[in-house]
T-cell receptor
Framework: DAKTTQPPSMDCAEGRAANLPCNHS???????VYWYRQIHSQGPQYIIH???NNETNEMASLIITEDRKSSTLILPHATLRDTAVYYC???????????FGKGTLLTVNP | NAGVTQTPKFRVLKTGQSMTLLCAQD?????MYWYRQDPGMGLRLIHY???????AKGEVPDGYNVSRLKKQNFLLGLESAAPSQTSVYFC????????????FGPGTRLLVL
């Protein structure tokens, strides 16, 4: 799986959009980008994933650049409950596993 | 639908003792995983299973054994616990096919003295 790089921490004001970047410059054509988050002391939670096109669900939007070397997870209206560590993972097609890095600690401030 | 459950929630062991952590899922998932998470670190894969009766090593398998005798259960065993195995253990499961959307349990906190 391709290596991903994320900033260690970010802050966001409550009610504003949170934009979390991820660099995956060595991603290959069959690797998806997955985003998970982990609220303190809980098990990780799946958020969204994508291959080429932008994706949106009830939790977030995922914007992948045309060259697929980076992506951005967008939480459109961050709340205090969105404070968590967010993990960006590139996962290959035949690989059964996810490799978690250290992620980005997003702190949503009132 | 309970999802993924883990037993126990918390345990204290002495060095050299053994124990088994139980993971159960009621979603009929084929794949199951055991991870550990140390303070300030991401999750590291210990062992995983792609179906009943199968197991495979992950990133950090030493000191652990696993069994998947029933599709819904995945057991993680520590034969002789060491302080280095103090950690939070997470179990996860997912369907076969359809990507890598894993569902995680609430975790088991293990302290080895």
């Amino acid at each position: 799986d391709a290596k991903t790089t994320q900033p260690p921490s970010m802050d966001c004001a409550e009610g504003r959009a949170a934009n979390l970047p991820c660099n995956h410059s060595t991603i290959s054509g069959n690797e998806y980008v997955y985003w998970y988050r982990q609220i303190h002391s809980q098990g990780p939670q799946y958020i969204i994933h994508g291959l080429k096109n932008n994706e949106t669900n009830e939790m977030a939007s995922l914007i992948i650049t045309e060259d697929r070397k980076s992506s951005t997870l967008i939480l459109p209206h961050a709340t205090l409950r969105d404070t968590a560590v967010y993990y960006c993972i590139a996962r290959g097609g035949s690989n059964y596993k996810l490799t978690f890095g250290k992620g980005t600690l997003l702190t949503v401030n009132p | 639908n309970a999802g993924v459950t883990q037993t126990p929630k918390f345990r204290v062991l002495k060095t050299g003792q053994s124990m088994t952590l139980l993971c159960a899922q009621d979603m009929n998932h084929e794949y199951m995983y055991w991870y550990r998470q140390d303070p300030g670190m991401g999750l590291r894969l210990i062992h995983y299973s792609v179906g009943e009766g199968t197991t495979a090593k992950g990133e950090v398998p030493d000191g652990y054994n696993v069994s998947r005798l029933k599709k819904q259960n995945f057991l993680l065993g520590l034969e002789s616990a060491a302080p280095s195995q103090t950690s939070v253990y997470f179990c996860a499961s997912r369907m076969s096919g359809g990507g890598e959307t894993q569902y995680f349990g609430p975790g088991t906190r293990l302290l080895v003295l």
